[in-house]
């Protein structure tokens, strides 16, 4: 069973590093993470290439995505999508949908977590993940 966090001091936005013709959804990646041993898909949220807000983890569930300290204080989001047609290189290739998604999704969880501070995977792990700066983006929405 997954258990609840005691807070959330982040909304952690993550991509599936994923070339933009991959169609990844909420049961894929938990294909990928359930063959690493994990319990069940890492995020909380994953947000398709067509917009379409899926659950992962239940929102209060601490996740596995950005290292025990983290997850114990975090919800997840992942964008699927966030590398070139090579499969490595980064680029914020997400689609107008999945923008739109990731604002509803993350004014929402700003409403139910007020003391949340909005980040990317890569402002606080060693990573290029989501491939896109996270508060720059937040600022332009008015997050
Ligand atoms: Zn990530």
Not at 46 to 67: F, K, L, N, S, T
Not at 73 to 94: I, Q, Y
Not at 104 to 110: G, I, N, Q, S, T
Request: with cysteine.
């Amino acid at each position: 069973m997954t258990r609840n966090r005691a807070s959330t001091r982040y909304i952690v936005i993550h991509s599936s590093a994923t070339p933009p013709n991959m169609p990844v959804d909420a049961a894929t990646i938990d294909r990928w993470h359930r063959a690493r041993g994990w319990l069940m898909v890492g995020y909380n949220r994953v947000i398709r290439r067509d917009g379409v807000i899926e659950q992962g983890r239940p929102d209060d569930a601490v996740g596995a995505h950005a290292g025990p300290d983290y997850n114990a204080v975090s919800v997840a989001v992942c964008m699927a999508g966030g590398v070139a047609e090579d499969g490595k290189t980064p680029e914020a290739n997400f689609t107008p949908e999945q923008w739109a998604s990731l604002e509803k999704l993350v004014r929402e969880w700003k409403d139910r977590y007020p003391e949340a501070q909005v980040v990317g995977h890569r402002d606080i792990n060693s990573t290029e993940c989501p491939s896109f700066a996270v508060k720059e983006w937040a600022a332009s929405v008015g997050l």
